[in-house]
């Protein structure tokens, strides 16, 4: 599975935007994907996730905040980013795994990733 991350930018705080992550070489049939970031200096860190189910899971820093959504059909994900905060200044990838019983929040349990896309947040 190849994944390309897009949607990042610059924005003010409060504002927002979407990212999507579109899979090519096969589908997300049968694959949770999970949305992470990585700040400068900073681990790299789950931000939200999809299982294959359709379940969603969210960091307790972006829950209220950030949705996550798929279309099948587009094979796409989407990371819908609102309200949105200095803090929340990283490199956002996305990545898949094949589905297991739980969705996963660690960085290494993840097999496949996109290149990632700069999401940069001013005050």
């Known amino acids: 599975v190849q994944l390309q991350a897009s949607g990042g930018g610059l924005v003010l705080a409060g504002g927002s935007l979407r990212l999507s992550c579109v899979a090519s070489g096969s589908t997300f049939s049968g694959y949770d994907m999970g949305w992470f970031r990585q700040a400068p200096g900073k681990e790299r860190e789950f931000v939200a996730g999809?299982?294959?189910?359709?379940?969603?899971y969210y960091a307790e820093s972006v829950k209220g905040r950030f949705i996550v959504s798929r279309d099948n059909a587009a094979n796409t994900r989407y990371l819908q980013m609102n309200s949105l905060k200095p803090e929340d200044t990283a490199l956002y990838y996305c990545?898949?795994?094949?589905?297991?019983?739980?969705?996963?929040?660690?960085?290494?349990?993840?097999?496949?990733w996109g290149q990632g896309t700069q999401v940069t947040v001013s005050s």
């Open positions: 999809i299982g294959w189910s359709g379940d969603k």
């Open positions: 990545a898949a795994r094949r589905s297991g019983a739980y969705m996963r929040y660690t960085s290494d349990e993840y097999d496949y």
